[in-house]
């Protein structure tokens, strides 16, 4: 098969069906600009997509020292050679013209072009000023789950034992904390036990709070071609909108928005009630059963229905696909994690997985799925509310290991009080004890909740702010420096997606400009700074990419991520290694707990745990006694309501999150033709029974109001849920016909402008999934329909009624797949 495929109008391609158990067949996609042919192309360049969790392997394709293409590399384990969307034209940012090219610095109110000597020394000077009268706790830096490997760990080494700060986090607080807290309140550790390759073998595939088909969609491309093969899984999709895994699932349910836990405690209760549980397996490898038995005892799926709002047979056949499963694979992602109880529900699905004894077997894993591509790196680099190397800071013993690895004295790394989370720092910089924040490849002045009060804090004038990005965002128009980093395809890194793939991304081009690495920054700094361990010797010892790598190895071995068989050579060439990959395990390791739970030892594990309602931390004494021998522990959650339900005043549920075309706050995805065509501004999806009680039609512009903001928009009439609102995140106030931020002015079009700043108490990540909402028309139509894609959950419910999305000859890519 050799096809050219629109694909925006088509974003998952060809089908290449295959049976179970079966070896995904390869397919390769290539996307080259416009008059660009292979012949035309000097090099290929190994690379990884940056955006999303997948981890697609491509190629960047090189002509005249200028990007001018991708193609997916088949030998690879992740894609076989298949991109989605986003993967194929998202390059095309890299060149845009409004890179930032220099570094600048604000005088007299503005922001001016400086120089990196100028940029360097402010923020040095600023550092130092405030160690000397404020002390470590002062500073703090809010980082990303976009950078590389090398990156996080330079930064982690360098505020946890160069600063001596607690306040060091990742946007993987939005992302992928409750998936993070979720493994460690079951298997004492951080660490995916799944695989993708349990698609290839599963006879059952849940997916939880998971629009899979938009967010991974190579993956989504898989379980399609299941679909088409021999012997194809069962899907179960739970999500309140009409998203297409809901519309190719065997059981859709699409709960009412923070029902979670309620809806897990009834399947749980069926599972149990038919007797689907795997008695050997709880008893080899599990506590707390006898608990969980009694907890959901009473929870039916009647009971649940009530709550959920899905009628209680249908509950009865979800439970009855998941208990007949004989090999079960279940995904979670933010329909759950930025939900009501988010660490509580996450942690049921892996109790289904417990008690069924499904995990560590092809087929029968679960995948607590992570956002963003280097949200693992972040994780497992302590470059979040983490300790390097999933260490416990609870743990003496590990703080001494730590402080070994550094050669500094413990007591330099912070480990009196829970590494502080992101949600918290924003706090703190609001009371005014964190004077400075220094913003790495994030963009919080869209992405994180309650704009109007996140803007206030940025713009301080007593807090200063150094943002690192390539573009003037929204923050970095808030920012006292602004310094311009090179990205992917201009760098050389690691980052691992989220099934443990490890890959290299290599330099393709130049940057622009003066922009640099983000790792030659943080060791710029460093250097500045003059950090020292305890001989008086540099703190940060290496140079470079691959320095950079091998400290890391030595600070992950012997943990659950270890990296020590790894070097970048190795990952040039072939395909991405699964961690751990050491002298036990030299190829990687495709699934972890294959033979029992090996990192949830009072000794060795990352938590001793929490309360899933306070998310009190647990002390060793508690753990000891709770799970002496480190088995897996299962923890029983009670529902609780959600805070904000609707009333007379905000009558709706809202909720919010993403479309197939875009990335996030679009810095990237609205600087491609193809992908910002294909939805172009903000919209509003209502259900047609709500839409026709309001008399309101399709395209009419409309505001949704909350208690905090407003957000405005054109109606997008869909079957979602009745009662629910949805709003994609991704638009802030940067205008891809203006080509800049309007200053100060902000434009009602990020839906973070309506969501409440409150978070889950175990895993502390926001609740962007829960709220209460009023819809009101501003005007009528003028008979265009709203801005949103119809190839996706934004489909109209009437779906003859509206043109589809195409993206015509721009959008063709080649695929080729063996006969
Ligand atoms: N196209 C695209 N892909 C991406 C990204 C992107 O921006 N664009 N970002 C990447 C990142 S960082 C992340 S974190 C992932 C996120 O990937 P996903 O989690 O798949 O994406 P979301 O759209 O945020 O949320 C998923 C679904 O949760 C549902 N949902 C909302 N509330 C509830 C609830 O209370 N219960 C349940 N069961 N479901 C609910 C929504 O209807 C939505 O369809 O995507 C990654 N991939
Ligand atoms: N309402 C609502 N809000 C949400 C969500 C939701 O579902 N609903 N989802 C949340 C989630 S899961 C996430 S992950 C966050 C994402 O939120 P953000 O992280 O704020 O979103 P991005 O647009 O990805 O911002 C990344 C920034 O890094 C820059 N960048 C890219 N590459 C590099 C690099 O190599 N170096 C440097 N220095 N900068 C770089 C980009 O230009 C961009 O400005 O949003 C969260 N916010
Ligand atoms: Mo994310």
């Known amino acids: 098969m050799d096809a050219s495929v629109d694909r925006i109008a088509r974003p998952w391609g060809s089908r290449t069906p295959y049976r179970r158990h079966e070896k995904w067949p390869e397919r390769v996609d290539t996307c080259l600009a416009d008059g660009v042919d292979a012949g035309g192309v000097q090099r290929w360049v190994q690379a990884a997509s940056i955006l999303h969790s997948d981890g697609d392997a491509m190629d960047i394709a090189v002509a005249d020292g200028r990007m001018v293409g991708v193609r997916g590399r088949a030998q690879d384990r992740v894609n076989r050679g298949r991109l989605e969307p986003k993967d194929l034209f998202a390059w095309q940012a890299n060149a845009s013209p409004d890179r930032l090219t220099r570094p600048l610095v604000r005088e007299n109110g503005h922001l001016v072009e400086s120089d990196w000597p100028t940029a360097m020394d402010r923020i040095v000077a600023r550092s130092r000023e405030l160690l000397a009268e404020r002390g470590p706790g002062s500073i703090g830096f809010y980082t990303s789950g976009q950078l590389f490997l090398e990156e996080y760990y330079t930064l982690a080494v360098l505020a ?37 390759d349990d698609i290839d073998h599963a006879d059952v595939i849940a997916l939880f709070g998971h629009n899979l088909a938009e967010t991974q969609p190579v993956q989504w491309m898989r379980i399609l071609d299941r679909l088409e093969g021999a012997d194809p899984p069962r899907l179960l999709c739970v999500d309140p909108r009409p998203t297409p895994v809901a519309r190719r699932a065997t059981v859709h349910l699409a709960p009412r928005l923070g029902t ?14 038919t007797d689907r549980v795997d008695h050997d397996y709880v008893a080899a490898h599990t506590v707390g059963y006898e608990e969980l038995a009694s907890r959901v005892k009473d929870r039916t799926p009647e009971w649940a229905a009530a709550i959920c709002d899905v009628p209680a047979a249908r509950i009865a056949e979800a439970a009855e696909l998941l208990g007949s499963a004989d090999r079960l694979l279940s995904t979670v992602l ?41 949200a693992q790196n972040t994780r497992e680099c302590g470059a979040d509310g983490d300790l390097p190397g999933f260490r416990n800071w609870q743990n003496d013993a590990h703080v001494a290991e730590l402080a070994d690895v550094w050669n500094v004295d413990p007591k330099t790394i912070p480990h ?23 913003i790495t490849a994030t963009n919080p002045a869209v992405s994180l909740p309650e704009l109007s009060r996140i803007r206030s804090i940025l713009a301080q004038e007593r ?24 990205t992917w395809g201009e760098k050389t890194g690691t980052f691992t997606n989220a099934d443990r793939t490890v890959h290299l991304s290599d330099r393709a081009v130049e940057p622009p400009g003066e922009a640099r690495p983000d790792l030659d920054i943080f060791l710029d700094y460093a250097a500045r700074m003059d950090f020292r361990d305890k001989d008086g010797g540099p703190l940060v010892t290496w140079h470079d990419p691959e320095s950079a790598f091998e400290a890391w190895k030595r600070c992950s071995a012997g943990r659950p991520c270890d990296y020590t068989g790894l070097t970048h050579a190795r990952l040039r060439g072939g ?68 805070h904000e339900q609707p009333d007379d005043d905000y009558p709706f549920q809202l909720t919010t999150g993403r479309t197939l075309y875009h990335f996030h706050t679009r810095t990237k995805t609205a600087r491609a033709a193809q992908l910002n065509a294909a939805a172009p501004d903000v919209w509003v999806e209502a259900s047609a029974s709500d839409a026709t009680a309001l008399g309101l039609e399709e395209g009419d512009l409309v505001d949704v109001t909350t208690p905090r903001g407003a957000v405005r928009g054109r109606l997008r009439v869909t079957d979602i849920r009745p009662g629910l609102l949805f709003i994609p ?72 009624a509206l043109p589809g999305t195409t993206g015509g000859s721009l959008a063709l890519v080649r695929e080729e797949a063996a006969e």
């Open 160 to 196: 946890r034992a160069g600063i001596g700060t607690n306040h060091l986090d990742g946007n993987t607080r939005l992302c992928t904390s409750t998936a993070a807290e979720a493994l460690k309140e079951s298997f004492g550790s951080d660490g995916q036990p799944g695989t993708y």
């Open 260 to 273: 979670n836990v309620a809806l897990l405690n009834a399947l749980l209760h069926e599972i149990i009630r």
């Open 334 to 374: 933010q329909g759950v994690y930025q939900s009501h109880q988010a660490t509580a529900a996450a942690v049921q699905v892996n109790n289904i997985h417990l008690i069924r004894g499904m995990l560590g077997r092809p087929g029968a894993g679960v995948l607590q799925m992570n956002g963003q591509p280097t």
């Open 416 to 438: 009196y009080a829970p590494p502080t989370h992101a949600m918290q720092m924003f706090r703190y910089a609001e009371q005014g004890s964190l004077r400075m924040l220094w």
């Open 463 to 486: 807090l200063f702010v150094v943002v690192q990005d390539l573009f003037l965002t929204e923050t970095a128009q808030l920012a006292d420096v602004v310094l311009p980093a090179a």
């Open 575 to 642: 395909t991405g290694i699964q961690w751990p990959c050491n002298d036990e395990n030299p190829q990687g390791t495709p699934r972890l707990y294959t033979d029992g739970i090996t990192w949830a030892h009072p000794d060795v594990c990352e938590s001793y745990g929490k309360d899933l309602v306070t998310g009190a931390a647990d002390d060793v004494v508690e753990y000891r006694s709770l799970n002496p021998d480190g088995k897996a522990v299962i923890r029983a959650a009670a529902y609780l309501p959600p």
């Open 729 to 800: 995140f991704h638009y802030g106030y940067w205008d891809t016909k203006a080509g800049h931020a309007p200053d100060g002015e902000t434009a009602g079009r990020a839906a973070n402008e309506t969501t409440i700043t409150d978070w889950d108490p175990v895993s502390k990540q926001p609740l962007f999934k829960t709220a209460a909402a009023a819809l009101h028309r501003v005007e009528r139509g003028d008979g265009h329909p709203a801005p949103a894609p119809t190839t996706t959950a934004s489909a109209p419910s009437r779906a003859d």
